[in-house]
């Protein structure tokens, strides 16, 4: 057995070397032919490619491509060229009629927003309502970044907050001072004393508040209510006694005028002057404002402000500076902002979002 394992190696041997020499006599033999076919190749005798019967024709349409155009139609009043490899930004008008927001000619499609604008920014004003939109999530529309010329795409660049500001409700009160009676005989005396009203409609009833029989003059003594709702606001500082010409007659008469000041509250220091009689009184309103910010982040904040009170923007009660003041109330109900910038006082009125009872 072992011989015979043997000779099958030895067989396997001799029929690889013939196997061998049979794969290099024909790859010497095919050496020939290679080199000639190449040397065939080389001369310019194989067979040559099919000429593609298009090559005129992209070789002209690849020259264009790369040139700048006009093109026709109402796309351009001017003839303004435009590079084919870049998209030309257009607008549809209500008449159909395309708009090349790129040519001044045209009317602008959001008034007084010129189109240049949309194009400088990056913003589409393909919307109805593009100036309303807020590009940049700042809290501030397109419309009012435009008018402080402002970055749109930028949230840290915007309008000054004070644009922002909105009174959700003016509060009135309104109620009535009357100089009603004194103890006067003649020419004033230092020991006379004097007695005034205060009418106010509370809960839809009319309540009236008396004062004391007071003196002029002596402080805190002199305060016209020690109850109701001109408790401790009002002073009496003097009574003068003078003439008068009645303005449905025509004839001088002697009166007496009492002069008035508010001591307490925002309106500190303001000074009234009232003509002795129950029918002479005197008509006054306060008026407190509950503002907001319509900002990203601040709509939920409100503050009450008392007329003549001042505030901080943002919104902040316990703040240190408070630039911006609450005035008054214009005669068409808007309540009257100022504060002062760049050295100039600059006002602005704001209508309340509901009505003022």
Known sequence: MANLSESYDKVSLIISIVIAAALGAMIWMAKGDVKEDFSVI??????????NPKQ???AKATSEIAGAVTLGGPV???GRAIDLTVGTPLFL???????????????MVHDPIPNQWWLDNRIDPGWSNSPGLDQDGDGFSNGEEFASKTDPNDPKSFPALIAKLQCVELQKRAFRL????DSTIGPIKETDTFKFYHEEIVGGKSVRTSSENIASGKGNDSNLFSKG???????LKKVEQREFRNPATGIMQKANFAEIEDVAGAKKGDVLEIKKGSRNGVILRDYTAIIALAAIGQQAVTLKVEERSSFSLPLDPNAAEKPFKFTGVSDAGAVI????EDGE?????????SPTE
């Open 42 to 51: 080389a001369q310019g005798k194989g067979a040559s490619a099919p000429e």
């Open 56 to 58: 005129e024709f992209y």
């Open 76 to 78: 351009t009043e001017k």
């Open 93 to 107: 008008n209500p008449t159909g009629e395309e708009i090349d927001l790129g040519d001044s000619t045209y009317p």
């Open 178 to 181: 009357s100089y009603s009676s």
């Open 229 to 235: 709702g001109a408790q401790m606001r009002y002073e």
């Open 337 to 340: 902002i100022e504060w002062e």
């Open 345 to 353: 006082t600059k006002t602005m009125e704001i209508m309340p979002l």
